[in-house]
């Protein structure tokens, strides 16, 4: 009864707030649409208009606001009710969708008469501009070129201009957050464990996936130009452009349902993984292919040195990206040590920005750089935070992160109806929609198949097709796509990315539970039983042991003493270079891999389990022969101790040979 | 052994670590000067160029990110070694005037001769201006209006002009997290208890010490004139809005001392609760000086007229803030139910900044608003919170504020030497200094005088003196000096207000240990003998039943349930107003009001103990006649529980009259 009467309470106050926060959203819009009115009036006085200016930029940035609010209120409505249908995303978007209609359609705006053209004979466009009206001198800061088309607009509609922020607010701002949480969050035991498979379809999948939209855009672009119905250029290079930034997936929606239903780890390994990685991959592809120039005078013909150029930048980003975020990771890890809590989350908040900041002004991806930045940082710096510095960071970002994405996802809702210039094309939007399937489908039939000839736990057929139903796209695509409207392809490319996105959230993602029933996808108590019969990889397990044997003890408290892995003759070298933390714990050594793994369930299965047998082996073998630890983990694993360094160390690397070596504990 | 290698280890890093970021931080500054040469090549090129200013615009930022990650460093060296004399916030000024000296004179910048100058015959000054260079349309945004003799200076030295950040990022981004985590942090016991003698120190003695300076430094630029040192207009109106400005303390660095050393509660109490509203005040009583604007010709003739709305605008302003500041609170407060952890904290930080932007948007004062949320948000929302998210919130609001403080404070050295415009006099200097010593005077002694006409427990003369050395200058001061530059009266504003800030933070803020042991104030053992025999005022009883009885019933799950307070008539209504968790609760209630109190000594002190009793008592009393609490609580007073009650309802507001009715249990 009294449960009953406090749910009725709840959601009385709940279902007053979403009228008074709707209410302050028109409210605000109305306010909007007056102060435009007031700015009219008093166009000569600067200092005034400055002002409303603000006002108008503050009850702007309130709607945003407002509608982040709205979206929190109802996601906790759902979750209460356990309503799976529509994720908080899709429904960032709906309500963005419903305020951009109202700002496009329901608010009368009167023409801005104050827009001025101004003739100049230099040709040149400074950054700054001083213009001289009537004895008086006005800054002017340098926004962009514009098309001749487009000037006219310009002087149309101020107000929803003023809506639509700057693009690369969500390359420097919000999509940072975004990335650098999905890094730090990616530390499972089943990430590693299926490594080849993740990298395999990120890199190489991206990259196929990329190709045949491509070609197969080109194909439907040239129909177009023989049915006429293109209005302006489009060049092979936009067709692989679109190709790169639609190869970008994000399956936030299908994530999150798979984490409350506990789905097959494996699968969310697979699928979490290919996106984290798959969107560095793409940043670094898009970039490439903008920069393909070739010298003659067309520069949209083919040429062997071009593609060479674009190609080795694409190698040089990607890798200096990696070694910066990875560097910056290393060097978290080394200073973060017993501070005061508030002091170690302002460092480790400040270096993993600072991280992005540096690739940029190097002319690297800063969204990369931050990537690798985060995967370094769970792995290493995170073990050398006190306990509450844990918290505290994994909060901030998490909070972080969900803002970023909440914001950019109503933006996209926003932005389908405030947008000034969408082109939308129904037979290039009918043909990027197949192109996009077939190249999901070129990334995830052929790559499985040939992965499968290398795993022995195969990605079974259902776990295909659900792979290749999650391919959504999100926020990257469209951060990437919004970065550059300015030719007629591009804004093409833009209006038709929009309603991809569209379409995967709501279809794709409101049809999780479905697809996951209809394909017969077990629930994770499968796990455990199949672990056992994991292989293991020589190239994995050499990583591994350099990893827990050198680099932990250098980098964290945790792993045993350099003392003790490396040879007698460095002796000096590894006493200066262990912490003295690893000597105090080095009686009850424990690895904190432990603490981010997937579900609670299969605990005993973590590196944990790893890090104690190994160590012990350690202590024995490699005292006198250190450089062949992992032939004695061989010969040891013959014998004794057998089961538990098996479940352990066996991890899947699956792009491997048929690996004769481990074959012989099996039979 | 161990500890001491240890220690030394640890030593070794940092030092190792200082190296390196410092090399960054060169490396960086010598980038920046690079990218400006490479800016000069290629000018045609706008897309080029736009890449370009994006990499500089990291380069610039990533300077300041490095500069706090070295003050942090730094800082925790100080924390190890117990090093008092110099604050974070005065070590963050000098590294960042290090850096602003090596910006302005350790590297030459050859002139940008991209900068136009455009003349142009209609006499607006548009928004927006879409120029046309050789055919090409290039959008340009109105960045403000600039004096003809500065116009030569844009040209001068671009780089200088790259790392000073749009004044109003202090007033938007960086201002509003430091004031509403002060309004956060306010809710202490001993604030309450002297909330009368905060209140006359805040408002009346910023009025006061805003006039007594305004009329000094009137009489000192008169007589600048007269020996002809003054090179421009400067009216009294300037000199009041000079005086509004310096008039906001900031006593960061000393209450960090007091926290350290734990100094006398009341003290801390009086000096942080008058730093925190004087911010408040002083803002407000800026714009509304700014707003005078007589109706005449001469705009700076004295007419009561505009002095009249310009008081009418200061009343209107600051209460328009507080009434939305306290509204959203409440608002929050009555959704903050029992939400998910990550939604909790987002839509507390989303209606804490959407305080700020209404504000702004309806033309009040956005940073008065937010700090009035802050403080009724720890009043009322803060108990509706899961534990979690109590700490979740509190972390999150302590690392923004320590980022923005300390990005303000390196800036604030920064910006010595990299700003453009200064107005060194050494007359207004000298003036200045003088005026702001006898303005603090002016407000401290005075005022202390007439409370201790009302106050039993004497505000004593080491107490004054030591409030009078703690009237440190900081953030507010600074940000509201440089929000406006243009005018050669604000340029020596700007100069002169620098240094009274780097003066007083360095050193006041240095000299804080030896003025207080110098004073013989004592470290805070006497406050729990004191209490006992502080005053009770009507006003505050009055105040703390109203809203233990009914706001917090209404807003909040603690105190006794509005079903028992209410009159029965209203029974029905009580139900309804009535969260369900306060019947659930209703055996052990208590108030969390104790979970914010200075130390953990007086612990025994806190609301807590207050609330439990009259919570008794209103069980026992307020049923029968509700709208007598306070009479019966009198009654109460003079048998049983006496001591319990007397303790925690017995608060001093000093402003009252000798009080006769509360002698009554004191004999």
Partial sequence: MARKCSAAWRKTKTLLLLLLVSLSVSICVCKTSEEQMENMENTIVTEKKAEESHRQDSADLLIFILLLTLTILTIWLFKHRRFRFLHETGLAMIYGLIVGVILRYGIHVPRDVSNVTL???????????????????????????????????????????????????????????????????????????????????????????????????????????QVSQLDGDFFFTDCLFFGAIVSATDPVTVLAIFNELQVDVDLYALLFGESVLND??????????????????????????????????????????????????????????TFIHLLETALFFLMSWSTFLLAEACGFTGVVAVLFCGITQAHYTYNNLSPESQDRTKQLFELLDFLAENFIFSYMGLTLFTFQNHVFNPMFIVGAFVAVFLGRAANIYPLSFLLNLGRRNKIRSNFQHMMMFAGLRGAMTFALSIRDTATYARQMMFSTTLLIVFFTVWICGGGTTQMLSCQH??????????????????????????????????????????????????????????????????????????????????????????????????????????????EDLDRELTYGDHELVMRGTRLVLPMDDSEPTFSRPSP
Same sequence: chains 1, 2.
């Fill in 521 to 630: 996808i077990r629930f994770s108590e499968g796990s455990e039983r199949r672990s056992t019969k994991q292989e293991s990889v020589w190239l994995f397990r050499i990583w591994y042991n350099f990893d827990h044997n050198y680099l932990k003890p250098i980098l964290t408290h945790s792993g045993p003493p350099l003392t003790a892995t490396l040879p007698p003759c460095c002796g000096p070298l590894a006493h200066f270079l262990t912490s003295p933390q690893a000597f105090e714990v080095r009686g009850e050594l424990k690895d904190d891999d432990s603490d981010l793994i997937l579900s609670d369930r299969d605990l005993s299965l973590t590196y944990g389990d790893v890090t104690i047998s190994t160590d012990a082996l350690g202590g024995h073998t490699t005292a006198g022969a250190p450089g062949s630890t992992s």
């Fill in 119 to 225: 003739s100049c004979q230099v040709n040149v466009s400074p950054a700054t501009l001083l213009v001289n009206f009537s004895g008086k001198f006005y800054e002017y800061t340098l926004k962009g070129e514009i098309s001749a088309s487009e000037a006219k607009d310009v002087a149309d509609n101020e107000m929803l201009r003023k809506v639509t922020f700057d693009p690369e607010v969500f390359f420097n701002i919000l999509l940072p957050p975004i990335i650098f949480h999905a890094g730090y969050s990616l530390k499972r035991r089943h990430f590693f464990r299926n490594m080849g498979s993740i990298l395999a379809y990120a890199f190489l999948g991206t990259v196929i996936s990329c190709f045949v939209i491509g070609m197969l855009m080109y194909g439907c672009v040239v129909l177009m130009k």
């Fill in 280 to 337: 560095a991959v793409a940043v670094v592809l898009s970039s490439s292919i903008v920069a393909y120039q070739p010298a003659g005078d067309n520069s949209h013909t083919f040429e062997v040195m071009a593609l060479l150029k674009s190609f080795g930048m694409f190698l040089g980003v990607f890798s200096g990206s990696f070694a910066l975020g990875v560097a910056t990771g290393i060097v978290t890890a080394l200073i973060s040590f």
